[in-house]
Each structure stands twice: as structure tokens, then as C-alpha cells.
């Protein structure tokens, strides 16, 4: 790691590769450059240690003898005992080729890694990995983060929306603040809608938007089950193709709950403007308008997934 990235102890990884050659190889790259590695030899014994052990960063192989690194990306962002900042690293022992990449990426990990391993690139991959995680970890001590989801909670979200709205006011450009909230698509009991599964439904949503989010929107948990997002340089048009895009990756990947599978449906309240410069509310207030949308949506009975502000009825919003 380089010395501005330098950790107050050495970082712990997690590596689970049944290779022995490969494993020795990246080991041969992690220890001289101040990695401590832990060695996991299948899935089960990946998860057990990282729920544990609390690494820094996993690296796991493609295929484990009882099930795939995809498989164990999977279980670990959907662990309540796993941090949502540590990233995860899949090797493969062939070239990285597009759809395992795409696998890879869809289930939350940060990169795959084919070979030959270039040494080199992948130290300056996990050394910016690193600074990333300790960033996360700073936010969330200083209780800017849901520890459910690693989002920002409402106090980190403000304070993102404040930072936001200066840059796009000096640039005289467009924000939306989204607020939405998961449902299942039939809903048997509306007072407890998940039966007791609310927190697994939270936390694969949150999965979902952080990766579909871009590295400039400021996104968060703002209650049990309602998100936000913050989004710089976005109208009304791409807040709603934003939802829409959200959607679609909710849709290709239900919640699966033991024998159950949820289909989650979005339901959007928003507030845009197209020149922050220009505009008369500052983002916290875009943000509160959003929420307002939002559950006036919940009251309503047309069916309809979002809503902008201005088009809640004026006694709705007070």
C-alpha cells in the first residue's frame, strides 16, 4: 500500500481459493506489501470467517468445492454481521471474460480477477479499495451511515444534500431528490407487509441501489423501509428513468426469502429542479418535498409507482 494509504494495522484479507498454487501466488503479492491473509478453503468456511474475523477485503475464487465466489458475494451482502464497505474481490483461473464479469458485478463484487494476475494493477486497485472502506468506516463512526444497509442515514444525507446544492448552484445546474420505499407486488398484510422478513427485503434493496447508483449521488436510508437518493445534474425526466432503471434490476433479482421469493415494487415521490441556481428550497427541503410525494402515494389508491411534488394535491402536502 502506499504511504498516504497506510492503515494504523496491517489490512486483513480473507482469502478462500482450494488452488494451491493460485492462492500461494496471490499471497506471494499480498504479504510482501503488507496484507495479513487469512486462508478460507470453501464458501461456507468464507462466510464463517468473514462474519467473524471482520476483514478488510475478501478475495474468492470463481469456484469453491460446496459452492461459487458469485454464490458467496450473494450471502455476504445479504449478512446483517457482514460490512456492506468491505469489498469483495472474485478470481478466476482463466481470462475474465464479459459474463462472469457481469455475474461478478451483479452480485456486488468490486472486481474480478482473471489470469495471469498483474501484480502491479491489482495493489493499486485494492490500495484505492482500501482508502474507499476507510472512508466508509470514518462516515459510519460518525454516525453518517445506516449500519443495516451502509448508506447514508438522514444526518449523512443532509449533510450530502448541503454539499450537493453548493456545486450545483455554482454550476447552475439541475438536482432531484427521490424518496421511495420497496412493497411486495401483493400485499396480504399491509401493517406488516414482509411478515417479519423487513430487514433482509432493506438490506437486498440496499444492495441493489448502491450499485446502481452512480459515485455522485448521495443515496440513504431514511426510515424503516424508505430510501432516498440525491441526484446532481438530473431533471425530472431522469428521475423517473432512474426509478425505472431501478425497477428493472429489483425485477431480475427478487428477494429471495428461505422458500419465498418477494417481487418488490417501487413506489417513488420526487422533487427536481432545473437550475439549482435559480431555484427557492434548498436540497434538504427537495428532499422533505420528495418524502412528501412519497407517502401520498401510499394513501392513494390509483396504482400509480411515482409521483412528483407539485403534483401532490395542496392539502396532501402539509
Known amino acids: 500500500m502506499t504511504d498516504s494509504g497506510k492503515l494504523s494495522r496491517p489490512p486483513l484479507v480473507v482469502l478462500a481459493n482450494d488452488q494451491e498454487w493460485s492462492a500461494r501466488s496471490l499471497e506471494s503479492i499480498l504479504g510482501p506489501n503488507g496484507y495479513a491473509v487469512l486462508r478460507a478453503y470453501t464458501g461456507k468456511q468464507v462466510i464463517e470467517l468473514a462474519r467473524t474475523a471482520q476483514p478488510d477485503l475478501v478475495i474468492v475464487d470463481f469456484r469453491l468445492p460446496?459452492?461459487?465466489?458469485?454464490?458467496?458475494?450473494?450471502?455476504?451482502?445479504?449478512?446483517?454481521?457482514?460490512?456492506?464497505?468491505?469489498?469483495?474481490?472474485?478470481?478466476?483461473?482463466?481470462?475474465?471474460?464479459?459474463?462472469?464479469?457481469?455475474?461478478?458485478?451483479?452480485a456486488g463484487a468490486w472486481e474480478l480477477v482473471g489470469q495471469p494476475i498483474d501484480g502491479e494493477a491489482l495493489l493499486l486497485?485494492?490500495?484505492?479499495?482500501?482508502?474507499?472502506?476507510?472512508?466508509?468506516?470514518?462516515?459510519?463512526?460518525?454516525?453518517?451511515?445506516?449500519?443495516?444497509?451502509?448508506?447514508?442515514?438522514?444526518?449523512?444525507?443532509?449533510?450530502?444534500?448541503?454539499?450537493?446544492?453548493?456545486?450545483?448552484?455554482?454550476?447552475?445546474?439541475?438536482?432531484?431528490?427521490?424518496?421511495?420505499?420497496?412493497?411486495?407486488?401483493?400485499?396480504d398484510h399491509p401493517d406488516r407487509p414482509f411478515n417479519g422478513h423487513t430487514e433482509n427485503v432493506?438490506?437486498?434493496?440496499?444492495?441493489?441501489?448502491?450499485?446502481?447508483?452512480?459515485?455522485?449521488?448521495?443515496?440513504?436510508?431514511?426510515?424503516?423501509?424508505?430510501?432516498a437518493i440525491i441526484a446532481p445534474a438530473t431533471g425530472s425526466p431522469g428521475a423517473v428513468r432512474?426509478?425505472?432503471?431501478?425497477?428493472?434490476?429489483?425485477?431480475?433479482?427478487?428477494?429471495?426469502?428461505?422458500?419465498?421469493?418477494?417481487?418488490?415494487?417501487?413506489r417513488a415521490g420526487y422533487c427536481a429542479v432545473p437550475d439549482f441556481s435559480e431555484s427557492a428550497v434548498d436540497a434538504v427541503e427537495m428532499l422533505l418535498r420528495a418524502t412528501t410525494a412519497l407517502r401520498y402515494l401510499r394513501s392513494d389508491s390509483t396504482g400509480e409507482t411515482i409521483k412528483a411534488f407539485e403534483e401532490?394535491?395542496?392539502?396532501?402536502?402539509l
Open 202 to 227: 432493506v438490506v437486498h434493496v440496499g444492495a441493489l441501489v448502491r450499485r446502481s447508483g452512480r459515485v455522485s449521488d448521495a443515496i440513504g436510508r431514511i426510515g424503516p423501509t424508505d430510501f
Open 312 to 317: 401532490v394535491p395542496a392539502q396532501s402536502s
Open 66 to 106: 460446496d459452492m461459487g465466489g458469485i454464490e458467496v458475494c450473494r450471502a455476504l451482502y445479504g449478512d446483517v454481521h457482514f460490512s456492506s464497505s468491505t469489498p469483495i474481490l472474485v478470481t478466476t483461473s482463466g481470462a475474465a471474460d464479459r459474463d462472469k464479469r457481469l455475474a461478478a458485478h451483479r
Open 242 to 266: 432512474m426509478m425505472e432503471r431501478m425497477q428493472g434490476m429489483i425485477d431480475a433479482e427478487p428477494v429471495s426469502l428461505g422458500d419465498l421469493a418477494y417481487t418488490v415494487k417501487l
Open 125 to 187: 486497485k485494492l490500495d484505492a479499495f482500501m482508502r474507499s472502506k476507510r472512508e466508509a468506516d470514518r462516515l459510519r463512526s460518525e454516525s453518517l451511515l445506516d449500519p443495516i444497509t451502509g448508506l447514508y442515514n438522514m444526518r449523512g444525507l443532509v449533510r450530502r444534500a448541503r454539499e450537493i446544492s453548493a456545486e450545483a448552484q455554482r454550476l447552475r445546474a439541475p438536482i432531484s431528490c427521490v424518496a421511495f420505499s420497496p412493497l411486495p407486488a401483493s400485499v
